[in-house]
Every structure is written in C-alpha cells, then in structure tokens.
C-alpha cells in the first residue's frame, strides 16, 4: 500500500440549511500528510464541513481543493466515490451484513479481496481473530478500528473523522487515540479530524483549527492554540483560563497579580488590556514571598497527577477568584492562606 | 405488535395501518437522524409520482368519467329509494359491527394482556387467527350449517366474529406499551377499581381502540363475499349486481362514489378527530413492576366465555368445511383441480407481490431518507387507496379497460395483476417503510466514500440490508392476493380459476363438499403463513438496530 497524502484547501466555503447559516467564509489548508484536527462545540458545523469535504453535501459557495484538483467548486462537483476521500463517521457505519473482512474490502475490486495487503491490514489493526465476526459482535474500539481500516484499504488521499471516539467510554477511549494516531502516522496519510473534546485535539493533531459560530476562529499548532489563542473565548473553550483586567506599558502588564512580562509577538499598543494567566502558571507557598499576593483557599479538587484550587484574594476593594493547578507536591486544604505567584510571560489583548 | 395479515384485500389495508402505527412510534426517535438533504434526487421523485399517479388512477377516472356523465344524470340515480335502503344497510351494519368489535376487543385485549388469565399465550394465538380467515369462509361455514345465519343479524353475527381482531391487536399493543404504574398512581390517589379503569385504563389506549374502529369500519364497506353469501344488501353486493349481471355501469360508479364517500368520511375522520395525546410510557421501562390483575374466582366464567369466542369464530368456520368436504356432497361443476386453480393463484400473486413490492420502494425512499412535504404527501396519498375497496378499485380498471382501451386488457391477466398490485400497495409500503427505515443513509455515505457509485452503494448495502424486509413485502402480497375475492370474479380472465373464484363458484352452486376444500387451503397456504411471516416485522427494528 502506497498511499499518496494530497494537502486540502478550502477557501471561502458557505453553507446554509434554509435561513441557518452553517458556514460562513470558512478557509482551511492541511498540509500533504499531517494531521489537523478541528475542534468545536456541538453544533457549530464540524460535521457539516467535513461532509462537504466528502461530497455527501454541496457547498453554497467557495471551492474544495485536494492535491490541487478542485473537487467542489461554482462549477465543479466531483462525486463522493471519485474523491478517493476516507470517511469514518462517529459510529462507525460498519455494514451490519458483512463481516469484519467483508467490511474491510468492501472498497476493493473483486480481486483484490483476497491479497496480502489486506491480511496485513487486518494484522495492523489488530483484529485478525475477529475477522469472521460481525459488526455487532465487536466492542466499540473495535468497530472504530475497523471503520478506519476499511477507509485506508482503498488507498485514499486523504482521511476524514468525524468524532470517532465520542461513542467509546472514557477508558476505552485514549487506547483507541493512540492506536488510531499509530495507525496513521504509519501509513501517512493527510487527515482531518473532527472534534469537541478540546483534549483530544490538542493531544494528536499537529495543527488545531477552531471552529466556532459558522466561522474558523484560529488554526494553529496545539502549542500556540493554548499559548496564544486569538481571543478570550478561544482561550476559555481550549483550556482553563483565568482573564484579568491590567494595564500594558513598555512589555509589562500592570495587574492586580503584580507586574508581569507579556509575550513577545503578536505585538498589542499600550493600553488597557485583557490577561489571560493559565493555571499551571500560578505557583501557592506557604513560606512568606514579597513578590507575591496572599490568597485564601475557598476548594479543592485533587485529580492524582495534579490538583486544582479555587482561591480568592481582594485588591482595590474588589474579589478576584483565581484557579491554580499545582503538580503534586506541597497540599492545601480549604481555608489555608497562601502566597500566589506567576510564572513566565502571559498573554494579553487590548480590552473591549 | 403481532398483526396477521391479511387475506382478503381490505384486510390486507387494515393490517397495513397497524404495521405503520407501530412503525410510526417504534421509528420516531431514529428517523430524524436519517434525513439528511430534503431535496430528492429526480429519479427517486420522477418514480414516485408516477406510483401515486397510477394508485389513484382508478379513483380519478371514476370521478372524471361521472363528471362526464353530468352531475344532473349521477343525482338521477343516487336520489332513489334503492341509495336510501342500501343506505341504511350499510351504515346500520358498520355502526353495530364496530361497536361490537371495540367492546369484544377491549376486554379480551385487557383478559390477555392484563390479568393472570390462565394459558395466556394460547389464547393470544387463539383470539387473532379469524382475522387471517377470509370473511368469505367464515360467512360459508355459518350460513352452510344454519339456514338462520342471514340477513342483518347474521351479517351481525359474522362480521364481528371476523373482524374484532382488528381492534383486538392495536389495543393488545397498547397494553403491552402503556405504563401499569399509571393504574397504581390512580388508585394511591383514591381511585376506585372501576373508575381506574374507566378513567385511567381505557385513556391509556383510547387512540388503539379509535384506530381499531377506523379499520373494522373500512373493512365492513369494503366487504363483498360474505354479504352475498348471506344474503344482505350493501352497496358493495348492489354495485357487482348492477355492474356484472345487469351491465348497468352508470348506476355501478354512482353507487360506488356513494361508498368511496363513506370510506373517505371515515379516514378523513380518523385524520381529524383521532385523539391526539401521547399514550406511551414518560419514564424508563417499568415492565418488571406489571401486575396482572388476579381473576379469582372470575377466571371461570372468563375462561368459559373465551372458548365460546373462538369456537364460534374459528371452530364453526374449520369444522363447517370440514363437515362438507366429509359428506362429499357430489355435484358436477366442470371441475378445476385445486392445483390448477392454485398454480393461476400463485403466478398472479407473485407478480402482483413484486410489482407491490418495487413500486413501494422508491415512494417510501423518498418519504423516509427526502423528508419534504411533498414526499409526506406523496406518502399519504397512497394510503387514499385505503378509502377505494377492491371492487371498485376493480370495477374502475375493467370499466377504463373496455370504454377507453377498446376491450384491449381487459378480463387479461395483465389487468388482474394491476389490480392487485393498487390493491395491496399500501400493504407493501408498510413492509418497505419498516424495513429501510432502520437503515441509516450513512451506510450508503460510507460505501461512496469506498468508491461505489450511487447505485452501487444503493443496490450493495441499503437493498442488501432491506432484503429480507422486502421478500417479507412480497410475502404479505403474496398471500393476500390468494385470499382476495371480489376484484378477481370481476378482472380473472376468462376460462381461468383461482383458488377463491373456484371456491366461490362451488359455493354459488351450493356444492358445498367442493367448495370445502378450496376453503381449507386457501386458509392453510394463505391465511396461516401469513400470520407468521407478519410476525416477523415485529422484530425488525431490533434486528436492524442490534449491530449499531
Ligand atoms: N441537513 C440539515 N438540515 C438542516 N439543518 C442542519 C442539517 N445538518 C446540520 N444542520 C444544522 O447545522 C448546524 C451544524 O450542524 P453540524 O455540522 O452537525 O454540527 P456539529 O457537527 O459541529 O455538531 C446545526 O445547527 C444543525 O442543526
Ligand atoms: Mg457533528
């Protein structure tokens, strides 16, 4: 199996079902054999915009390009099944008739049910024992699996996932991640992933477009969808966020945390500004710090790897409420006083 | 839901409408996932109106060919006493027929499902065969034996013992359905036993019993073969006197628009007042805590009075046939061997089924996957044959046959088979729905995605999987065209006999112990597979579903 990753443009994509706009002016590039995944709340268009990818629907506007053939576009529509593009849908959509080898060629010409390339991919999934079964005698992760080999079996450019892991439990859930991430790091083909577990994004993808009202907000590494996402409500939806106000002035922000260094680039003019100061990069000591500002625990949530504290402190008259995250390590209990502090540069947009 | 289908065609409808409303509510929480675009594709939509256009074919013609004749001419001959008396006949009869139905219904269905009636499994068989019984052999049996069994009271007395199933195997459903925690909550509210039951009990499955009346109703309309058998004039016996033996085909489609009204009254009733509340259970299941309700010394004169229910529904039916065939009373009537009549039978039942069977497809494709409302009504105006009993349906076809096609067709077995393809399309349909509406479009999505074209993943993946749903269809056609009466004596051709027009010959000539025969194997080969095979859409949904 050689399969041959195309990249994906989408440029300036619309959608409406009657007067709902779905899409709006959405544009979109993955590079020939990366991963990208595309993060959302429900019902903010994910999966209508991976089915247009597909061709299950029409756009109402711009075009779909793969490899640089235009494949939905004013003029041109290429049929799903001459798009050479894998689909894996958030059940799997395994045909309940055929069995799991079945399922796997169902793709393929009549000759080529029976080559090697298929037992090996049966191997590679690791459900050569259950290659007689049938969908429903399978778990979850199973079917999942399956629904993957099928799609890679006919070779395609490029691979769509639309929430595949939503239906799994959660303990079956991060096997079958990293199973899949495998699996398709090893074949190498271009992927696109849908999804509104912010998690999972950021864990396997190497570039995270966010999806949000009709519109792409931000597509960027996981790295910097986190570090630096472009607005407050990108911020909070990607992670933990505690937003405060400050005032910047020559590279420092002016907050009621203290003086704190801002990133470097995208560059903000002086000014009012919003702060955004993630959790892990507040610190609690109990030892006494002229640097830092006294805090009163009011919760705490204890996860194994790290902890959470809900703490609040007063300044200018007013209650702040801050989350911290800490790593397992010195622990507090609700109602201790502590010292709070802030490492590393924060991130900052001029105020509303 | 258990519902035989159906011998004779108005049967077959009936049955129909309690596959869909059990279809109806068992599909509701999955369908709406399975609409995707409401634009159909053309063909689909191209193919069902030519479906729709040709179903309700016979029903324009009549009303554009008396139209024809003048509105003036149609009055002429409505406005006569014979209207008042048929009139009278008919309505009097439908209205004491179902009255009786929904009464003898409603309480065994409560008997079955709600109380510790002693071999209740038995009895649930037991209760629901007459109905896969033509009303034509139930009228044969009683009328063969005792020469009182005529006129209004034994068209009384036979109707309701061949048709209360109708009401009995919605409302059984319902009870199975509804909540019995309803009936305890009434009580611990200060409810008696018997206001609970009028209060509570019977609320929970008034729109089953409603429905069950709409269809005992239809069927008594549509009814032919018994009437005649016994000798009472509806508008179904007058409209074959008139139109078969005294060739008076203008008073033939007055009298049939009569009864199209009638039937059409009754749907479009059934349309507008049916009561509309939500009948199933709120919360999770609550079967575990079902308490049937303990007869006590009730049980004997309950049982007693069950047995008198069946023996007199299937016990004088079977054991009159097979009186007859022992005393073998021999009259010559050219003799057709049942395996000929039977092979004639089968060849016209098997196209009708296949014709049924692929015409439905695209009409319940379009209305299940292209939810728009141009399909729901394209949906629904099929289920309008439902209002059009067989003989007129057949009446309109040879009638069209003669006057517009020179002869040509007609009394063919090409227009025999229309007839019964229209005939039994909704009994298709049904079939068709409940078997592709399981079926998600996202396996057809996933198959194109592996590079099949539209029809390919169409024909690999949603007719494979629908495949055994649709041989079921064609199952249900099938037997129901063997068990229909009136349309064939009108459109069988000439020097051919079926099964029924064979029985019926025998039976006109009082050659009782020839017609019992034909009786008894049109209810073994028709009647009881039938019973099974419609068993089989009850598990549908759970199988469909099991691999997802
Ligand atoms: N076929 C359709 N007809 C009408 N509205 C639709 C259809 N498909 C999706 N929508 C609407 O479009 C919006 C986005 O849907 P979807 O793309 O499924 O979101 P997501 O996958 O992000 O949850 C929703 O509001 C949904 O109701
Ligand atoms: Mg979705």
């Known amino acids: 199996m050689t399969p041959s990753p195309a990249n994906l443009e989408v440029t300036d994509v619309g959608k409406s079902f009657g007067d709902n706009p779905v899409l709006v002016g959405v544009n979109l590039s993955v590079a020939a054999g990366s991963f990208t995944a595309i993060l959302g709340p429900s019902g903010s268009g994910k999966t209508t915009l991976l089915r247009i990818i597909a061709g299950f629907d029409r756009a109402d506007k711009g075009t779909v390009r793969i490899g640089g053939d235009v494949l939905d576009g004013p003029n041109e529509f290429v049929a799903p099944e001459r798009r050479r593009v894998g689909y894996v849908s958030q059940n799997g959509s395994l045909f309940p008739h055929l069995t799991v080898e079945e399922n796997v060629t169902f793709g393929l010409a009549r000759s080529l049910r029976r080559g090697d390339d298929v037992t090996a991919l049966i191997e590679a999934i690791d459900l050569g024992a259950l290659a007689r079964r049938f969908p429903h005698q399978l778990s979850g992760g199973q079917q999942q699996r399956v629904a993957l080999a099928r799609a890679l079996a006919v070779n395609p450019r490029f691979i769509l996932l639309d929430e595949p892991f939503a239906s799994l439990d959660a303990s079956a859930r991060s096997d079958v991640r990293s199973d899949v991430r495998q699996i398709l790091k090893r074949v190498g083909t271009t992927a696109v992933l849908v999804t509104h577990d912010q998690d999972e994004a950021l864990s396997m993808a190497d570039q995270v477009a966010v999806i949000r009202d009709a519109h792409i907000v931000q597509s960027a590494t996981p790295h910097d969808i986190y570090q630096q996402p472009i607005d407050t409500g990108v911020a909070q939806f990607v992670g933990d966020a505690n937003l405060i106000g400050g005032h910047l002035k020559a590279g420092v922000a002016v907050t009621v945390l203290g003086t704190l260094p801002v990133m470097k680039s995208p560059t903000v003019a002086d000014g009012r500004v919003t702060v955004l100061v993630r959790p892990e990069q507040l610190a609690l000591s109990r030892t006494d710090d002229v640097a830092g500002v006294r805090v009163e625990i009011l919760e705490t949530a204890f996860h194994g790897h790290d902890s959470l504290y809900r703490v609040a402190f007063s300044a200018n008259s007013e209650e702040h409420l801050l989350t911290v995250r800490l790593q397992s390590g010195e622990q507090f209990t609700a109602g201790d006083l502590a010292h709070l502090r802030v490492n590393g540069p924060v991130k900052v947009w001029p105020a509303p | ?548």
């Open chain 2, 1 to 548: 839901m258990s519902s035989p289908a159906a011998p004779q065609r108005s049967r077959a409808t009936s049955s129909t409408q309690i596959l869909e409303r059990g279809d109806s509510t068992s599909g509701h929480s999955t369908a709406t996932s399975h609409v995707r675009t409401t634009r159909g594709p053309t063909a689909l939509t191209v193919a069902s109106t030519a479906v729709a256009l040709i179903l309700l074919g016979p029903l324009v013609f009549l009303l554009v060919e008396s139209s024809g004749a003048g509105a003036h001419q149609i009055a002429r001959l409505i406005w006569r006493p014979l209207t008042a008396t048929l009139l009278w006949n008919t309505v009097r009869l439908t209205v004491v027929v179902t009255v009786l139905c929904a009464i003898i219904g409603t309480l065994t269905a409560w008997c079955v499902e709600r109380t510790d009636l002693p071999l209740r499994r038995m009895w649930a068989v037991l209760i629901v065969i007459p109905f896969a019984i033509p009303d034509f052999v139930i009228a044969f049996g009683w009328a063969s034996l005792f020469t009182w069994v005529h006129g209004f009271e034994g068209a009384v007395l036979v109707m309701t013992l061949a048709v209360y199933p109708l009401v009995y195997l919605p409302v059984a459903a319902s009870f199975r359905n509804a909540d019995p925690g309803l009936e305890e909550a009434a009580r611990s509210l200060g409810l008696g036993r018997l206001s609970t039951f009028f209060r509570v009990t019977l609320a929970q499955v008034r729109g089953a019993i409603f429905g069950g009346c709409v269809l005992v109703s239809l069927v008594v309309l549509a009814e032919f073969g018994a009437f005649e058998i016994l000798g009472f004039r509806t508008f179904t016996t007058e409209i074959f006197t008139e139109f078969q033996l005294s060739f008076n085909i203008a008073t033939a489609c007055a009298l049939s628009l009569v009864l199209i009204l009638l039937s059409g009254l009754i749907l479009g009733g059934d349309w507008i007042i049916r009561p509309k509340g939500r009948t199933a259970r709120t919360g999770p299941l609550a079967q575990q805590s079902l308490r049937r309700h303990e007869l006590g010394a009730a049980r004997w004169p309950v049982l007693l009075t069950l047995l008198a229910l069946v023996a007199l529904s299937l016990g004088v039916p079977i054991g009159a046939s097979i009186y007859w065939m022992a005393r073998g009373t021999k009259f010559a009537l050219g003799g057709v061997s049942i395996l000929n009549a039977g092979l004639h039978t089968a060849f016209f039942g098997a196209c009708a089924g296949a014709i049924a069977t692929v015409a439905a497809i695209p009409v319940a494709l379009l209305a299940i996957r292209h939810d728009s409302l141009k399909a729901r009504l394209m949906e629904r105006s099929t289920y309008l044959v439902l209002a059009m009993p067989g003989l007129v349906i057949a009446l309109a076809l040879s009638y069209f046959a003669e006057r517009y096609a020179g002869g040509f067709g007609y009394q063919t077995s090409a227009l025999l088979i229309l007839a019964y393809s229209i005939l039994f399309f909704p009994l298709a349909l049904v079939g068709v729905r409940a078997s592709i509406i399981h079926i998600p479009v996202g396996f057809e999505e996933a198959a194109r995605s592996l590079g099949q074209s539209r029809r390919r993943a169409f024909l690999r993946v949603t007719m494979r999987i629908a495949g055994p749903g649709l041989a079921a269809s064609f199952c249900l056609v099938f037997l129901a065209t063997i068990t229909e009466l009136t349309a064939t004596l009108l459109l069988v051709p000439i020097n051919v006999q079926t099964l029924s027009t064979q029985f019926w010959a025998y039976q006109q000539n009082l050659s009782y112990g020839q017609a019992a025969p034909f009786a008894l194997v049109i209810v073994l080969i028709a009647a009881v597979p039938s019973y099974v095979i419609s068993r089989y859409f009850d598990r549908l949904p759970a199988r469909a579903t099991a691999g997802q």
